[in-house]
């Protein structure tokens, strides 16, 4: 296989990746993901995130070891399916736990994460992710670029 092949094949996770570093520091430390995840998380699960992904053990993790964890090489933490990371993202943003995102949810989540978004940018999110009842989690894969719409 070709270079070009595998470029075209592997996902990009920055958007997440921005999300998760709610300083914008560059990196996600273990108080990004406290920020994130707030009270709904205990600090033993955000260790064991931290512990999964930190794979240099400088107490942050990097957008190389990031990329790691979501391709699904990093354990129970280490995936961007519904039983790994971007599933507890998603489990976190659901708020009535439907199994849908919700204008209202999407909106709440990223102003909750410091990324206020307009009527129109939710709008253009929940058509990218074939959201009109609600955003599905492979919507949400969809929205952060991690696949393509069928």
């Not at 999964?52 to 053990?57: G, I, Q």
């Not at 129109?120 to 955003?135: I, P, R, S, T, Y």
Request: charged fraction near 25%; hydrophobic fraction near 35%; aromatic fraction near 8%.
């Amino acid at each position: 296989m070709t270079s070009s092949h595998s470029a075209a094949t592997t996902p990009d996770f920055s958007a997440a990746f921005h999300v998760l570093d709610a300083d914008r520091d560059g990196r996600i430390g273990y108080d990004d993901l406290k920020a994130f995840y707030g009270p709904r998380v205990d600090e033993d699960a955000i260790g064991a995130m931290m512990s999964a992904a930190d794979t240099d053990k400088n107490g942050y993790v990097e957008y190389g070891e990031f990329e790691h964890v979501l391709s699904g090489q990093g354990g129970r933490y280490g995936s961007a399916g519904p039983d790994g990371v971007m599933g507890e993202v998603f489990k976190m943003m659901d708020r009535d736990g439907d199994g849908l995102l919700s204008s209202n949810d999407l909106r709440g989540y990223l102003a909750g994460a410091g990324l206020g978004a307009s009527d129109e940018e939710v709008h253009a999110m929940m058509g990218l992710a074939d959201g009109d009842g609600g955003v599905t989690f492979d919507g949400l894969l969809r929205i952060l670029g991690f696949s393509k719409k069928a």
